[in-house]
């Protein structure tokens, strides 16, 4: 018998998520607008890894975020 074991996966505390405005208020590089606008595309720019939906509110993780912003520029790189 096979047993599922979430140990494998990474864990992320909790602290590490953030509410866009959070996410905007701390970084104000970032407009809400844009961020909302990833989102929106999220399935098709990979940004879906970097959000976790509680209901209607969204959250998104500090350190995915980092992750994702680091991939796009990896492919601009000749």
């Given at each position: 018998m096979q047993t599922h074991n979430d140990?494998?996966?990474?864990?992320?505390?909790?602290?590490?998520?953030?509410?866009?405005?959070?996410?905007?208020?701390?970084?104000?590089?970032?407009?809400?607008?844009?961020?909302r606008a990833l989102i929106f595309r999220s399935k098709s720019n990979g940004f879906d890894s970097c959000i976790r939906r509680i209901g209607r509110k969204i959250l998104i993780s500090k350190s995915a975020f980092s992750r994702w912003i680091e991939a796009q520029n990896e492919g601009g790189n000749s």
């Open positions: 140990s494998t996966k990474p864990s992320i505390s909790v602290e590490d998520f953030v509410t866009i405005r959070q996410l905007t208020t701390s970084n104000p590089a970032f407009t809400e607008g844009g961020i």
